[in-house]
Nanobody
Framework: QVQLAESGGGLVQAGDSLRLSCVVS??????MGWFRQVPGKQREFVAG??????AYSDSVKGRFTISRDNGKNTVHLQMNNLEPEDTAVYYC???????????????????WGQGTQVTVSS
């Protein structure tokens, strides 16, 4: 069973950077990603990675970078030029087993971390 543990959230000012990390325990999934959620809204796709392929939501493209360190079973989300609209709880996620396609629909992801809060002040 895959277990995910995020770290790296915090309170920053607009324009600052943060790097989130997600440590993967158990069988290593092919597809990993990050989602975020604010109160009263659905959890939304932020970024995903599968092998050498990556995908991003339009709102973070060019500012966020997802990467994976297979040797350390860790996935990172480098967030630059943060905006107040990026404030949310960020979740690490994994798609089931051998699937290799990145999905933007949260229902297509099986495993979730506990979340880490990112707050960006203006």
């Amino acid at each position: 069973q895959v277990q995910l543990a995020e770290s790296g959230g915090g309170l920053v000012q607009a324009g600052d950077s943060l790097r989130l990390s997600c440590v993967v325990s158990g069988p290593s999934p092919n597809v990993m990603g990050w989602f975020r959620q604010v109160p009263g809204k659905q959890r939304e796709f932020v970024a995903g990675i599968s092998g050498g392929s990556t995908a991003y939501s339009d709102s973070v493209k060019g500012r966020f970078t997802i990467s994976r360190d297979n040797g350390k079973n860790t996935v990172h989300l480098q967030m630059n030029n943060l905006e107040p609209e990026d404030t949310a709880v960020y979740y690490c996620a994994a798609r089931p087993g051998r699937i290799t396609v990145i999905a933007r629909d949260r229902t297509q992801w099986r495993s979730w971390g506990q979340g880490t809060q990112v707050t960006v002040s203006s």
